[in-house]
């Protein structure tokens, strides 16, 4: 029996899309934009299926975004059976995605620090390197000096 070929469940064309965004350090608004997007549905479809917990959309909305910050504030809650399924994914979910942004934040600001300091290490290298420069150059003039009174002499 062959082994089969690994499942692609994105297309290739959004594949690219978040390769690039990861790439050139813009994940943080396709992050947002999925976690939006993901509270929007959750509630959407909580409140179509469990609609005496979630009596309308802005209800369900709020449910989900407090469950996506892992807030959990209590005062809305699934009581149905799917309304618990649909809330455990968003937990799960939720919780990924905080994951993610915390990370990415966090990487953000250690960029920017390395940043500097390597800023930093550049201008003492140049420093250094000018002040070596100015050395050799005395050392070169103090050396013609010297061989132009050997010259005279011989």
């Avoid at 549905?41 to 979630?54: A, H, N, Q, R, Y």
């Avoid at 201008?123 to 013609?144: G, K, P, V």
């Amino acid at each position: 029996m062959a082994a089969q070929p690994p499942a692609r469940p994105m297309s290739p064309r959004f594949e690219g899309a978040i390769r690039g965004a990861v790439a050139n350090r813009r994940i943080f608004p396709w992050l947002v934009l999925a976690t939006a997007a993901m509270a929007t549905l959750s509630g959407f479809v909580v409140t179509v299926i469990d609609k005496k917990d979630f009596p309308d959309f802005g209800t369900g909305v709020w449910w989900a975004i407090v469950t996506i910050a892992t807030v959990g504030y209590g005062d809305v809650v699934p009581h149905t059976g799917w309304g618990r399924v649909v809330g455990s994914v968003v937990i799960v979910i939720g919780v990924t995605f905080v994951s993610f942004l915390i990370a990415i934040v966090t990487s953000y600001f250690v960029a920017a620090e390395e940043d500097e300091k390597a800023q930093v290490e550049r201008q003492l290298r140049e420093q250094e390197l000018t002040e070596a420069r100015e050395s050799l150059r005395r050392i070169e003039d103090r050396l013609a000096a010297i061989e132009a009174r050997l010259g005279g002499r011989g």
